[in-house]
C-alpha cells in the first residue's frame, strides 16, 4: 500500500468527514446524518464461487471504509450499507472494481440471512425456492451505496459507468445490459458552491486541490480563506502528500496554518506577473496637493542624511514619492494569539497604547496591533459586522519603535520612532507617517531630528 493510500484511507475513516461525505452525495450538504448514526463494518469482502466441477475459489477484497447507517427519514429509520473508495490516482475499471464490491455485499447478506434460517432450523415453512436459496420472498437487502472520493490533482478522466467501458459495435445490445455507475466526488469539476456545501476540513482538502496545479489561485485561497488558518496538523500532512507539495509544516503542532506556506508557493510559482500585480496593488499613492510644501521640507531634510542613513529611514514606507515603498504594505496570515484584557493598565509613563479598533471602511471593524509579529510589524486584522476575521494584512513600520495610531475621516497615521544613544543631531528620531484608507503611504508629515533624544 502506497502512501498516498494510506493517508486516505485513516482520514475517511474518520466518522466526521465519512457522514459530511455522504452528506454531499445524498443530501446535497444538508447535515442529515451525524457521526453517531455510523458503525464501522468489516471492510473485508469474502464470498467463495463454485464452477461446474463444484471447485471452491474464495474471493477476497478489501474496502477503504465500510459503515452501516442507521437515519431517520419522515419518522421512518433508514438503514444503509455506506462505502468510501479512495484514488489518489484514476482507476481506468472503477465501475467493475465498485460493482463487484457490492455484488459481493449484497451476496454476504443473503448468506447471512440462509445461515440464521438453518441455525434457527426454521426451513420448514419455505417453499422449494425459498429453501435452495436460503432467501424467503419477504427477506428485504439493506441497500448499498459506495461513493468514490477522487483526491488526485489532475482530472478523472476514466470512465464513470459500465456503459462507457463498452465499444461502440455494442449499442444494439446495451439496452439489454445493465449498467453500472459509481458515485464521483471530484474537486477539479466542483465549483468553489458545491465545494462550499462541505462542513468539515474535507472542504479544504477538495479546494487546496483543485487549485493545486494553479498557484496564483492557490496563494490567493490560502491568503483569504479563513478554513485554511486553523487545519488539523494531520490534514496539512496529507495534503502535501497528495499534491507532492513540500511545504514545511510543524508535526508537534495539533493544527497548523497552512497559509504560512505562502511564501514557498510564491518561490515555486515564481510569477513575475503575480509579483508585479501585488505590488501595483499596495504601491505609493499621488501625494496631494496639501502636502506640496511637507514634500519639499522632507526633501531637504533627506539632503542633509548619508546615503547609508537615507536608505535605513527610507525603508519600508515612504520618504517621498521617489522612495519605493510596495513591500510595506502585504496581504498576511498572520493573526493575534495573544491577549489585551486589562492591557490598559500602563504603570511605565512612557508606555505606548499598542492595540487600536476603529470602524473599517467597510462598516466593519479594524484592529491595529503592535508588536503581534515582532517589534518592527504592524497587523492590522479586518473582522467583519458578526465579528468574523475577514482578512489580516502587516505593514513594516519605517522607523524601529511604534508610537501611536491615530485616524481622520480620510487618513490613517502610523506615529514611529529611533533611539538615538550616540546623540547623533542628524538622526530621525520621531516620523509621522500618513496613510490613506486602503494603507497607500502619502507622505511624511514630521520627520525630527534632535541629538537629545534617545527614544521615542
Known amino acids: 500500500m502506497g502512501q498516498k493510500d494510506t493517508v486516505t484511507k485513516d482520514y475517511i475513516r474518520n466518522a466526521e468527514v465519512f457522514a459530511d461525505a455522504f452528506n454531499y452525495l445524498l443530501y446535497g450538504g444538508e447535515k442529515v446524518i451525524i457521526p453517531e448514526s455510523l458503525h464501522e463494518l468489516d471492510s473485508t469482502a469474502t464470498t467463495i464461487i463454485h464452477d461446474d466441477s463444484l471447485n471452491a ?7 477503504d471504509s465500510l459503515k452501516y447507517m ?67 420472498k419477504n427477506d428485504e437487502l439493506i441497500p448499498v451505496i459506495t461513493l468514490v472520493l477522487y483526491l488526485g490533482t489532475d482530472p478523472w478522466d476514466g470512465p464513470r459507468s459500465l456503459y462507457e467501458m463498452f465499444g461502440g459495435e455494442n449499442e444494439k445490445i446495451l439496452p439489454f445490459v445493465s449498467d453500472y455507475k459509481i458515485n ?34 492557490l496563494m490567493e485561497l490560502l491568503k483569504n480563506d479563513t478554513g485554511f488558518r486553523n487545519l488539523k496538523t494531520e490534514t496539512a500532512i496529507m495534503l502535501n502528500t497528495l499534491t507532492n507539495s513540500e511545504l514545511k509544516i510543524n508535526e508537534e503542532r495539533e493544527k497548523t496554518s497552512m497559509c504560512l506556506a505562502i511564501d514557498e508557493l510564491r518561490e515555486e510559482a515564481n510569477s513575475d506577473e503575480f509579483v508585479d500585480d501585488q505590488e501595483e496593488a499596495f504601491s505609493d499613492g499621488d501625494s496631494e496637493t496639501e502636502f506640496d510644501e511637507v514634500e519639499e521640507e522632507v526633501q531637504n531634510e533627506a539632503g542633509a542624511l548619508t546615503e547609508n542613513e537615507a536608505d535605513a529611514v527610507g ?36 508606555s505606548t497604547v499598542n492595540s487600536y479598533l476603529t470602524q473599517s471602511p467597510d462598516g466593519g471593524l479594524m484592529r491595529v496591533q503592535a508588536g503581534a509579529i515582532d517589534s518592527q510589524t504592524l497587523l492590522i486584522e479586518y473582522y467583519d459586522k458578526q465579528y468574523n476575521l475577514q482578512k489580516t494584512m502587516t505593514l513594516q513600520l519605517s522607523l524601529p519603535i511604534f508610537g501611536a495610531f491615530y485616524e481622520d475621516d480620510n ?46
Request: with cysteine.
Open 70 to 136: 442507521t437515519v431517520m427519514e419522515k419518522n421512518d429509520a433508514v438503514y444503509v450499507i455506506l462505502g468510501i473508495e479512495n484514488q489518489s490516482h484514476v482507476h481506468y475499471a472503477m465501475p467493475v472494481k465498485n460493482m463487484l464490491y457490492d455484488a459481493m455485499e449484497y451476496a454476504n447478506q443473503v448468506k447471512k440471512v440462509a445461515n440464521g434460517y438453518r441455525k434457527a432450523k426454521n426451513t420448514s415453512k419455505m417453499n422449494v425456492g425459498e429453501f435452495l436459496t436460503g432467501f424467503s
Open 184 to 217: 464521483l466526488i471530484e474537486p477539479q469539476r466542483m465549483s468553489d458552491e458545491e465545494i462550499n456545501r462541505f462542513h468539515t476540513d474535507l472542504r479544504e482538502v477538495l479546494l487546496y486541490i483543485k487549485y493545486s496545479k494553479e498557484k496564483e489561485k
Open 57 to 63: 475459489e474464495l474471493i477476497q477484497r478489501y474496502r
Open 315 to 350: 525603508s519600508g514606507t515612504l520618504l517621498e514619492a521617489d522612495i519605493p515603498v510596495s513591500d510595506s504594505v502585504k496581504t498576511s496570515c498572520n493573526f493575534y494569539t495573544g491577549m489585551n484584557l486589562e492591557a490598559q493598565d500602563y504603570y511605565i509613563r512612557s
Open 411 to 456: 487618513n490613517y497615521y502610523i506615529l514611529t520612532g529611533a533611539k538615538n544613544k550616540e546623540k547623533d543631531n542628524t538622526k530621525e528620531v520621531y516620523r509621522l507617517t500618513k496613510y490613506s484608507k486602503d494603507w497607500k503611504a502619502q507622505g511624511v508629515l514630521w520627520p525630527f531630528r534632535s541629538k537629545y533624544n534617545d527614544s521615542i
